[in-house]
């Protein structure tokens, strides 16, 4: 089945950098829209950043110019290269591949930004 892995969170300063990474197994995905999301306590969940099937990318405003993504498609994954980092970007991240009404979405991954 289809399962996707978030890694690489942890506990970082404020102006810090993180890059996470979503491993995707049982398809190929290397082609797939997707996107990473997180959720902060008391939040609803929220949009990070999407990439379309074409690799056309929509950040949320206040992560432009911060975060990034790509792709290693030999290893099936997906980062978000997050850097300039501030206590707001607290949240569990998560990454999503949509499926119709089955969206696969991984664990998540807590990102802590803190002195």
């Known amino acids: 089945q289809v399962q996707l892995v978030e890694s690489g969170g942890g506990l970082v300063q404020p102006g810090g950098s993180l890059r996470l990474a979503c491993a995707a197994s049982g398809g190929t995905f290397s082609r797939s829209a997707m996107g990473w999301y997180r959720q902060a306590p008391g939040k609803e969940r929220e949009l990070v950043v999407s990439i379309s099937k074409f690799g056309v990318t929509n950040y949320a405003d206040s992560e432009k110019g911060r975060f990034t993504v790509s792709r290693d498609n030999a290893k099936n994954t997906v980062y978000l290269h997050m850097n300039n980092l501030k206590p707001e970007d607290t949240a569990v991240y998560y990454c999503?591949?949509?499926?119709?009404?089955?969206?696969?979405w991984g664990q998540g991954t807590q990102v802590t930004v803190s002195t």
């Open positions: 999503k591949i949509p499926n119709g009404p089955q969206d696969y």
